[in-house]
């Protein structure tokens, strides 16, 4: 039965079953292989049914024949162009809000108060040692 597929070969097939892990696709009346979930696309598959339904027409490539066990690779994101790698962005720097707030925001105001602070500590070491 495998021995008409070959790794490699691109063929047409017909969903015939989906698990939680991948699809069942049959190649001809006698032999029918399996698209794990990871093959499915590219990207991340969560679950199969948001990709395929039985009775889907797809296009499969044979990643590996198992004479011995009769089972059969295979892939259908390997028939497809993979996807443009986005560039990441980087984000824009923040405007200084200090503008639109005015100076008596965030730590502008503790930059007032230390030199008050300053000065009231100076006031006390003073009374102290009279």
Do not use: C
Not at 47 to 55: A, C, P, S, T, Y
Not at 61 to 74: C, G, R, T
């Amino acid at each position: 039965m495998t021995d008409k597929f070959e790794a490699g070969q691109v063929l047409e097939g017909k969903v015939t079953g989906i698990q939680p892990y991948g699809a069942f696709v049959a190649l001809d009346e006698e032999t029918q292989g399996l698209v794990h979930i990871s093959e499915i696309t590219h990207g991340y598959v969560q679950d199969v049914n948001e990709h395929l339904k039985i009775g889907d027409t797809v296009n499969v490539k044979v990643l590996n024949v198992d004479a011995e066990k009769n089972k059969v690779s295979l892939s259908i994101r390997a028939t497809e162009e993979a996807p443009q790698k986005q560039e990441k962005r980087t984000p824009q720097p923040k405007q200084q809000q200090q503008e639109d707030t005015g100076a008596s925001a965030g730590f502008n105001t503790l930059k007032d108060k230390l030199q008050d602070w300053i000065e009231q500590s100076k006031d006390r070491e003073n009374t102290f040692k009279k």
